[in-house]
């Protein structure tokens, strides 16, 4: 069983910076990567970056240069800097978790609520 909850999402304003936080609750659950995706209205929801528990990262085209992820040592939270923002930014952040339940090996993938992220012109 996994809990995801995202936090830091508001208004903000072009050019402005963002931390964006999820903190994630686990039972019998192994977490190998945590990651960042983003839905604006009437699109698909996209990953922004993804971490794993080594500390290999991977960005998306529109984060590269301006968005970092890091978590803590445990994997237990994650978090995004999210810096010189556009309203293109604009969406719903969710956070996502994927590892697998301890006892069946099944691999699994949870999601947060999502926080969201609105940036003004």
């Known amino acids: 069983q996994v809990r995801l909850q995202e936090s830091g999402g508001e208004l903000a304003q072009a050019g402005g910076s963002l931390r964006l936080t999820c903190v994630a609750s686990t039972r019998m659950f192994h977490i190998n990567s945590m990651a960042w995706y983003r839905q604006a209205s009437g699109k698909s929801r996209d990953l922004v970056a993804d971490i794993t528990r080594n500390g290999d990262i991977n960005y998306a085209d529109s984060a590269k240069g301006r968005f970092t992820i890091s978590k803590d040592a445990g994997l237990n939270a994650i978090f995004l800097r999210m810096n010189a923002l556009q309203p293109d930014d604009t969406a719903v952040y969710y956070c996502?978790?994927?590892?697998?339940?301890?006892?069946?090996?099944?691999?699994?993938?949870?999601w947060g609520q999502g926080t969201q992220v609105t940036v003004s012109p």
């Open positions: 996502n978790a994927k590892g697998f339940e301890v006892g069946t090996g099944r691999t699994r993938e949870h």
